[in-house]
Structure formats: structure tokens, C-alpha cells
């Protein structure tokens, strides 16, 4: 983990900030409202930091048009302050313009605490023919987003399910139910892996390129949950300032913060002892076991297993 410029040790940082982008409808509010694990709407502060009555502008906020630079936070989890790209694809080139500077200056701020920490980038898999537009092509191609982790967050992923279906259906008469469930997961995965998203988005002439994906799906459900993205964006951290505001937003995930812990201790063994023989998976095995009531064993023996037939 790289370590920190005398200034950033001094500051503290209170609150992490997130930039979602994506197109309308992709559902970047659904995915906030589930990190802060509430249905209520935000509360949107301009850039002076006065609050906006969200009645008055309401139905454009609700059209997704509203200024990037504004802050939304949410009070059941004040720790996160979001900038929300608002379908870009929608706007003009001046948008996708203000857009670009916006980002720019903030992933270069000077003060941590007013730096954008992750950039969430949603892409819908509701229409696989149509996952790689014209707005991800620009945003990747152009966009300057520094050191500041890009996560690729591949949302409404059951709807592949359905095509994968319809296209092996013939296949699926006279088989168990458990077989037709392994193919047509098979299916899934070929059809996104035949979309190629994930290496257009990582093409080596792009500006930007995501340091992890993930794929959300039924977040419209009362009981998803967004614990996968906030796992890959703590890790995607190089900054433990960061990381550690990262996780005190999430106090009733000890999964997490165990996990941090251990990658913490083993970063700082590496460093004291160098490189070590073996890999994380089996720390964390080491360290859940004393935890076993939290199910965190059955968690990470998972990891483990697949690190030993490495
Ligand atoms: N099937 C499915 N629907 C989802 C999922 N996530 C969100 N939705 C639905 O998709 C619609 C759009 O979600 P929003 O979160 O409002 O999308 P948004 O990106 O904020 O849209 P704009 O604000 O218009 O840019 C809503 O009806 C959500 O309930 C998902 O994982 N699966
Ligand atoms: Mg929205």
C-alpha cells in the first residue's frame, strides 16, 4: 500500500466521496440508496454547500439533470458524499465537456477530503447488445481520472438470464432442474464474455481503465445488498486514510474490517520481512476461524480451497 505525503497523514478524512456515472436508468440511485442502506431520497447541497430544496426541482432531479458538482448524501449514512453523473449520454458535448473538467480537477484536488476517493462506472446489462455505447467509449477514452480507482460495476446482471434462456431453450427439455440451472449460467457468462465490455473498457489506448469489475443484479430487492462493490472498492484504495474512512461507513460490516485488517498486517509484514511464502487467503482462513459463529470460516475456506489447488 503506498504511503502517504505529509499532508494527507495530517488531514483527517471524515467522509468518503464517490462519482457514479453511468447512463439514465442504468440504476446508479438504487445502488447508493442500498450502500447506505436506505429507500429515501438524498439530500442534494450545492457547491456552496447550501442545501437545495429538492421539491422545487424535484421532477428534474427525477429526469437525472442535476449539476455534477452537487453533493447528495443520505442522512441514514452521512459518511458518503455522492456526485451522480446523471446519464450523461442524454447531454450535449458541452456536458460531457463540463463533465471531463469536473472530474479532472476533482481527482487532482489538493485536499484528500475534497478528491473524489472512487469512481463507480454502471453499465446495464439489460441489453447485452447495447452494454458498450458511445458514453463509455468517450468516458474511458478521454477522461482523465488519475490515480483514483475506477470500478466497472456491471448492474441489472440477471437480466442476461432471460436471453441466455431463450437462446438454449431446445436444450434445456428432459434435464433436471439443477442442470438446467448450471446452463443456462454457462450461457450467461458465455454472452457476456462474448459482449466484450470488459476489454473494450480496458483497451490499451483508453485513458482510463477500471482496477476491478463487479456485477450487481436484483438490487431492486428489499434484501440486496451492495457488500461485493464496497469489498473491491476498499481493496482498489491505495491509501489507508482512504480505506479506513471506507470502512467506518460500514459498522456492521466486521467481515470487512477484518479483511482490511488482515491485508494491513500481511502489507506490513511484506514490508518488514519481505516478500512472505504464503498468500492472504490463508491469514484470513487463520483469522475467521476465531470467528467461526460470524460464518466468516465457510466464507473464506472458499478462498483458501481455491488458493491450495493453485
Ligand atoms: N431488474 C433490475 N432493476 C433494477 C436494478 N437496479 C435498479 N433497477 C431498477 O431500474 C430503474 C432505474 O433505477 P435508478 O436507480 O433510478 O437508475 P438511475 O441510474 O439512477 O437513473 P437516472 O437517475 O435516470 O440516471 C428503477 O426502476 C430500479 O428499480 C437491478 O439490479 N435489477
Ligand atoms: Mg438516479
Known amino acids: 500500500m503506498a504511503t502517504l505525503d505529509a499532508q494527507e497523514i495530517r488531514e483527517i478524512i471524515e467522509r468518503f466521496r464517490v462519482l457514479i456515472v453511468g447512463r439514465a436508468n442504468a440504476g446508479k440511485t438504487t445502488i447508493l440508496q442500498k450502500v447506505c442502506n436506505t429507500t429515501d431520497e438524498p439530500e442534494i447541497y450545492d457547491t456552496k454547500g447550501r442545501k437545495i430544496d429538492t421539491n422545487v426541482v424535484q421532477s428534474s432531479i427525477k429526469r437525472g439533470n442535476h449539476n455534477i458538482a452537487n453533493e447528495m448524501v443520505f442522512k441514514s449514512n452521512p459518511g458518503f458524499v455522492f456526485h451522480d453523473s446523471c446519464g450523461f449520454e442524454a447531454g450535449s458535448k458541452d ?70 434462456y431463450g437462446e438454449i431453450k431446445k436444450q434445456l427439455k428432459d434435464i433436471s432442474a439443477e442442470e438446467r440451472s448450471k446452463r443456462i449460467a454457462q450461457r450467461v457468462e458465455e454472452i457476456f464474455v462474448n459482449t466484450r465490455v470488459y476489454d473494450r473498457l480496458c483497451d490499451s489506448k483508453n485513458r482510463t481503465r477500471p482496477k476491478f469489475y463487479v456485477r450487481l443484479e436484483n438490487m431492486n430487492k428489499p434484501n440486496a445488498n451492495c457488500k461485493v462493490l464496497l469489498e473491491r472498492t476498499t481493496f482498489a484504495l491505495d491509501n489507508e486514510q482512504l480505506r479506513l474512512c471506507l470502512v467506518s461507513t460500514q459498522q456492521s460490516n466486521l467481515e470487512l474490517g477484518i479483511k482490511c485488517a488482515v491485508a494491513t498486517l500481511v502489507d506490513r509484514a511484506h514490508s518488514l520481512f519481505g516478500p512472505l511464502r504464503i498468500d492472504y487467503g490463508v491469514y484470513q482462513y487463520d483469522i475467521a476461524k476465531w470467528f467461526s ?3 466468516l470460516v465457510r466464507l473464506w475456506s472458499t478462498t483458501l480451497e481455491r488458493h491450495k489447488r493453485r
Open 95 to 164: 456536458e460531457f465537456e463540463d463533465m471531463k473538467k469536473f472530474v479532472s480537477e476533482r481527482v487532482h484536488a489538493k485536499k484528500l477530503e475534497e478528491r473524489i476517493h472512487a469512481i463507480w462506472y454502471c453499465i446495464p446489462m439489460d441489453e447485452p447488445s447495447r452494454t458498450f455505447q458511445l458514453s463509455e467509449e468517450k468516458f474511458f477514452l478521454e477522461c482523465d481520472t488519475g490515480k483514483v480507482p475506477v470500478i466497472a460495476v456491471f448492474t441489472k446482471f440477471e437480466a442476461l438470464r432471460p436471453f441466455a
Open 293 to 295: 459463529h460470524l460464518k
